[in-house]
């Protein structure tokens, strides 16, 4: 899928925000609610309280996608309350943090810049939330720089930047090391995306295509030992692993990688899920990280629920239909019940001790890169709504019990 979201100040986003800030959290609501009313949002307790005590891990990582801060006006009152890990929604991607040159195509800009990113993990530092490091290589995001000159040149450029990039955040507790590398189409013989510029560029002189993969986990080996920081979990991160055919190209990678003696901790499943989404194919995908290994993780990296269960082919043709006609404004409350008891079977199948991370791609409804793809039309695929109230889908997921209309 071919996915971009423009930047829009996050300043904005948590200014509508509202929220609860620091503070003692009430305990979750138990039972249901009853009179078919959302309960007060001021009686909602910290999400990544609930999931800590669920899933018995101490500030289990419960994460949000966000822009760059807004320079003098970046207030986080939901972000704070109910999370403790961030990625960078684009901020830490390889065109953002070292682009060509100015007037060149082949040649890196002089040295990185990680004006933008720095601004994020400081305060991220500042606030005691973790960062996860998205992404060291995407076919979407890759400068021309690093894939121009020799098939050795273009080793060495994938060397150069995944050294530089994590050495200056050694914070950082995991790096989807890859993003996006399998194939969308069930293939055994050949896994990988081929239609990437990495791919094209290992393939030069009849050279094996698929080698940059190893060759990005083996070097963010290398760095992280010379970092010392052992616990850097090096991630391959993917979409549809919910599917089988994807699934089974994810996992023939994992293998190649493990094969290659190269080391990987797990696979990061983005799970951008539409509602009528089969949870036991999310659980399938969880089962078959495990299965490859005992030592691999599992983490939900990207996590939203479109109201839209559209149809395979909106996915390619983006027009209205095939996609499914805009809902407006006003979501019918049917739509969000079954997104809110999708949520809820979601969490009680991530509830296993492989699952070491959960982060959401965004905080809240007003800002999703769903409201733009696969089409231009109104979604409301996160778990705070426009004005960032706890929705159905909260209550369903810190209160089991609790019943939407
Ligand atoms: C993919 C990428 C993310 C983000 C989303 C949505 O899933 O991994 O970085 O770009 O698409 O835009």
């Given at each position: 899928?071919?996915?971009?979201?423009?930047?829009?100040?996050?300043?904005?986003?948590?200014?509508?925000?509202?929220?609860?800030?620091?503070?003692?959290?009430?305990?979750?609501?138990?039972?249901?609610?009853?009179?078919?009313?959302?309960?007060?949002?001021?009686?909602?307790?910290a999400l990544r309280t609930v999931l800590a005590t669920r899933m018995g891990v101490v500030n289990f990582p419960v994460g949000a996608a966000v822009?760059?801060?807004?320079?003098?006006?970046?207030?986080?009152?939901?972000l704070?309350?109910h999370f403790n890990s961030i990625t960078a929604e684009?901020?830490m991607?390889?065109?953002?943090?070292?682009?060509?040159?100015?007037?060149?195509?082949?040649?890196?800009?002089?040295?990185?810049?990680?004006?933008?990113?720095?601004?994020l993990v400081?305060?991220a530092?500042?606030?005691n939330i973790r960062v996860r490091g998205h992404t060291l290589?995407?076919?979407?995001?890759?400068?021309?720089?690093?894939?121009?000159?020799?098939?050795?040149?273009?080793?060495?450029?994938?060397?150069?930047?995944?050294?530089?990039?994590?050495?200056?955040f050694?914070n950082v507790y995991a790096w989807d090391v890859v993003n996006?590398?399998?194939?969308?189409?069930?293939?055994?013989?050949?896994?990988?995306?081929?239609?990437?510029?990495?791919?094209?560029?290992?393939?030069?002189?009849?050279?094996?295509?698929?080698?940059?993969?190893?060759?990005?986990?083996?070097?963010a080996?290398?760095?992280r030992?010379?970092?010392?920081r052992p616990n850097i979990r090096l991630m391959l991160n993917d979409y549809?692993t919910?599917?089988?055919?994807?699934?089974?190209?994810?996992?023939?990678?994992v293998?190649?990688?493990?094969?290659?003696?190269?080391?990987i901790d797990g696979v990061g499943h983005q799970f951008h899920l539409?509602?009528?989404?089969?949870?036991?194919?999310v659980t399938?995908a969880l089962?078959?990280v495990e299965?490859?290994?005992?030592t691999l993780e599992n983490h939900v990296t990207e996590l939203d629920?479109?109201?839209?269960?559209?149809?395979?082919?909106?996915?390619?043709?983006?027009?209205?239909?095939?996609?499914?006609?805009?809902?407006?404004?006003?979501?019918?409350?049917?739509?969000?019940?079954?997104?809110?008891?999708?949520y809820?079977?979601l969490f009680a199948a991530f509830n296993r001790p492989s699952v070491t991370s959960i982060s959401f791609w965004g905080i809240?409804?007003?800002?999703?890169?769903?409201?733009?793809?696969?089409?231009?039309?109104?979604?409301?695929?996160l778990l705070?709504?426009?004005?960032?109230?706890?929705?159905?889908?909260?209550?369903?997921v810190?209160?089991?019990?609790?019943?939407?209309?």
């Open positions: 899928m071919s996915r971009s979201v423009g930047i829009l100040g996050l300043a904005l986003l948590l200014a509508a925000c509202g929220g609860g800030g620091e503070g003692v959290d009430p305990p979750p609501l138990g039972g249901g609610s009853g009179n078919g009313q959302l309960p007060d949002p001021a009686s909602a307790p822009e760059l801060p807004s320079a003098g006006s970046f207030r986080t009152p939901l704070l309350k684009n901020a991607k390889p065109d953002a943090l070292w682009p060509n040159a100015a007037g060149s195509s082949t040649l890196p800009a002089p040295s990185p810049d990680f004006r933008g990113a720095d601004q400081t305060f530092a500042n606030n290589l995407w076919h979407q995001t890759t400068p021309t720089w690093m894939v121009s000159g020799s098939r050795i040149q273009v080793q060495q450029n994938l060397r150069t930047y995944i050294t530089a990039v994590m050495q200056h050694p996006e590398v399998a194939s969308d189409t069930p293939n055994a013989a050949n896994p990988y995306r081929t239609a990437s510029p990495w791919y094209q560029a290992y393939s030069q002189a009849g050279a094996e295509g698929r080698d940059y993969v190893v060759d990005a986990f083996m070097i080996g290398q760095v030992a010379q970092m010392g549809n919910e599917l089988p055919g994807k699934r089974a190209n994810v996992l023939a990678i293998r190649d990688v493990i094969d290659a003696g190269a080391p539409q509602v009528g989404a089969d949870v036991a194919q399938a089962q078959a299965a490859a290994s005992s629920v479109s109201i839209y269960a559209d149809p395979g082919d909106c996915f390619s043709q983006r027009t209205i239909p095939p996609c499914l006609a805009d809902l407006g404004a006003s979501a019918p409350q049917s739509v969000l019940t079954q997104q809110a008891l999708l809820r079977a809240a409804d007003d800002h999703t890169w769903l409201n733009t793809f696969p089409v231009a039309r109104t979604n409301r695929p705070f709504d426009t004005a960032g109230n706890p929705k159905w889908a909260f209550w369903t810190v209160d089991p019990n609790i019943t939407p209309p």
